[in-house]
Nanobody, 118 residues
Framework: QVQLVESGGGLVQPGGSLRLSCAFS????????VGWYRQAPGNQRELVAE??????????NYADSVKGRFTISRDFAKNTVFLQMNFLQPEDTAVYYC?????????WGQGTQVTVSS
């Protein structure tokens, strides 16, 4: 059972930045793909960014709404995947979840709240 713990959420003004972290309970060399999802009240959970083939050079994909503003990355030494979020807007307000795929099984973190407001 892989455990994921998100952190880094908070309150930020429009135009500000946050970096979310997803810490894994074991080496991310065993992880096939990691995605950051978000869910705003009344909305469905949506994929924001993902990194696949995580140990083979990696491929990243982004939702159109965050392209050019968000960057997903990984740190093998820290067993952590990050989501750098720049130029945040009120519509980015949501609970952000980390999801990992390993050998056909999906694992979720508990989520971290991001609120963008002046």
């Amino acid at each position: 059972q892989v455990q994921l713990v998100e952190s880094g959420g908070g309150l930020v003004q429009p135009g500000g930045s946050l970096r979310l972290s997803c810490a894994f309970s074991e080496s991310i060399f065993s992880i096939n793909a990691v995605g950051w999802y978000r869910q705003a009240p009344g909305n469905q959970r949506e994929l924001v960014a993902e990194i696949t083939q995580i140990t083979l050079g990696s491929t990243t994909n982004y939702a159109d709404s965050v392209k050019g503003r968000f960057t997903i990355s990984r740190d093998f030494a820290k067993n952590t995947v990050f989501l750098q979020m720049n130029f945040l807007q009120p519509e980015d307000t949501a609970v952000y979840y980390c999801n990992a795929l390993r050998y056909g099984h999906r694992y979720w973190g508990q989520g971290t709240q991001v609120t963008v407001s002046s």
